[in-house]
């Protein structure tokens, strides 16, 4: 990802989608690396590797759809608060709330088969406070 050249990790943001006649996850394999050189996993059911075709979309300094009128913020795992239950995070990113919608993205980095996807949000105040839960594409458990 040429455009990610540079940028600090915690300000990169990725959409990756699998597609195909497979059924798979896909997702940032590691941490995002200034380098601009990202890694991809695929995991298919059963949580085995797979090699799948997918789409991988970059953003930075901008919402994920590209506008740069409105707030915009990035949330991190260790913004997350687990709560009682496995698997459920609420995460909240200050200052970005506007009256006009939005869009919020989770999303799960690492090696683990983990894939995450927001549940709900809402406005608090100035902040957003998204709902997230995450489960395993082995198990399928949170």
Request: proline share 6%; hydrophobic share 35%; charged share 15%.
């Amino acid at each position: 990802m040429p455009a990610s050249v540079g940028v600090p990790a915690a300000s990169q943001f990725y959409q990756v989608t699998a597609y195909g006649d497979v059924a798979a996850h896909c997702k940032i394999a590691a941490v995002p690396s200034a380098s601009g050189v990202q890694r991809v996993a695929c995991r298919g059911s059963g949580g085995r590797p797979l090699d799948s075709p997918f789409s991988l979309s970059f953003s930075w300094r901008s919402s994920f759809i590209g506008r740069t009128d409105r707030p915009f913020g990035y949330g991190w795992g260790r913004l997350g608060k687990k709560t009682t239950s496995p698997g459920r995070y609420t995460v909240r990113l200050p200052g970005v709330r506007t009256d006009g919608g939005g869009q919020v993205v989770a999303y799960a980095i690492g090696g683990s088969d983990a894939y995450c996807h927001v549940l709900r949000w809402r406005g608090e105040a100035a902040d957003v406070v998204a709902e997230v839960g995450c489960w395993s594409a082995t198990t399928h458990k949170p």
